[in-house]
């Protein structure tokens, strides 16, 4: 039986998050070449799933037209396509870095199959996407905008989306990499004594969610703590599947954690 995963590339490692509109493009190329060794080295005994954030291309431009907040200013709808298509752009730079190396990556746009209803991603096509998934292909998905049935529009996060295929694919891992190599006690680019929590599980739960905060730069989908909470919550709901969130700064990483490998940091959830 093969391992099904699903690796998210964070905004903040594949974009500059303090610089609007500014992909690291050298950091996308490694990473495209990582993923590749390890669908070489495993085969056909790994599936995966890529799926990305937005960085300082999404959140940047959700911010000033405030799409997380729904249809509230005359210009929403402009807001709307402008979001997605500087969330397309940045898709396109991965995948045309993933296809350059060789990974049979094909995308498909979360704007085009998704609504939401309030902070909940209550409809999600995945049809085509499993289709693909089981000849060899490699699905690419990204954080993005969605029609939301309460509010007009809203922004749908890679992990929402993670959420909605763990529950339709059971995966067996949903790797999180990003620039910061896991959860930490404190903000680690701020506080460089902050401690790396290796573990979180239900008996440190109620005190990892105490103290994490928000993030770096410009953020509409909640930072850390959401997306820590949302990946704690899911794996609670799927007990044979672990979480981890890793970082992708530190070269091999992300190839090591896809090849089952140990990783330098990162924290597990399950
Ligand atoms: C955000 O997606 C999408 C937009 C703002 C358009 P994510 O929440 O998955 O992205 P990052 O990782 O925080 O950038």
Redesign the pocket.
Known sequence: MSELILLKL???VITDKTSPLTARLEIIERLALEIKNALVERGTDLQLVIGH???SF??EV?AKYQTQHGAVATNSWLGFAE?SAV?AELNYLVIKALRQVGVPAIKFQPSASTRMRGQQLMYFETFPLKEVLGHGLVPVIY???SLNATQGMS?V???MLFDNLARELSPDKIILS?QVGGVYDHDPMTYPKASLIKQIDPTNWATVEAKLGGSHGV???GGMLTKVREMYYLTLSMPHMQAMIISAEVAGNVECALKGQSVEGGTLIN
């Open positions: 964070g905004g903040s954030g937005s960085g999404g959140h959700a979001v969330a954080g993005d905008v922004i996060s890679t992990e990003g953020d509409v989908t």
